[in-house]
């Protein structure tokens, strides 16, 4: 039985993410929100909650852009994120260099290491709305809590 824990703990351990809420970038007019409304489950809720994801994004030029997103997912896990996203074929991206855990069992004996990555999130545009697409969603890792991801989410302008 110890065995059976002691591995549960080596495989969960790893992939267990704190993430800090995102400081506000310092924006030099008030910014455009975009928001996400929809509903997310609570351990010990019986019904679903409803929460509102925002995305501001401020200091628009056709080189750049500042941004700040703040997402709630499961039992208000959250991710956030800000900073500089660079035009790029018609859309906007953040980049920042992150890691992936990787696991091999041999001998019976589990391995582990770290692999870079590109963390690459994605800001798109279309009328009253904003798109956030973390591509291979490695920007999950170091921006979001562990019941929470960026994915794809799709904003609507506020008014």
């Known amino acids: 039985m110890r065995t059976i824990i002691l591995s549960l703990m080596l495989i969960v351990a790893p992939l267990v993410v704190v993430a800090d809420e ?3 970038p310092e924006f030099r007019a008030p910014p455009q929100k975009y928001t996400h409304q929809h509903e997310i489950s609570r351990v010990g809720s019986p019904s679903p ?3 509102v994801d925002e995305l501001l994004i401020g200091d ?22 800000s900073g500089i996203a660079i035009a790029e074929n018609g859309s906007y991206y953040y980049t920042e ?9 041999k001998n019976g004996k589990l391995n582990s290491w770290k692999e870079p990555v590109e963390c690459r999130l994605r800001i798109q545009f279309d009328s009253n709305h904003a798109s956030l697409h973390d591509e291979g969603n490695y920007c999950q890792r170091s921006h979001c809590g562990t019941r929470a991801g960026i994915g794809n989410v799709r904003f609507s ?3």
Do not use: Q, W
């Not at 628009?60 to 994120?81: A, M, P, Q, R, S």
């Open 22 to 24: 995102p400081s506000m």
């Open 157 to 159: 302008r506020a008014k």
């Open 49 to 51: 909650d409803t929460v």
């Open 97 to 105: 260099k992150t890691f992936t855990t990787k696991f091999e069992s």
């Open 60 to 81: 628009v030029t056709d080189k750049e852009l500042k941004y700040y997103f703040y997402l709630i997912g499961t039992n208000g896990h959250i991710c956030g994120g």
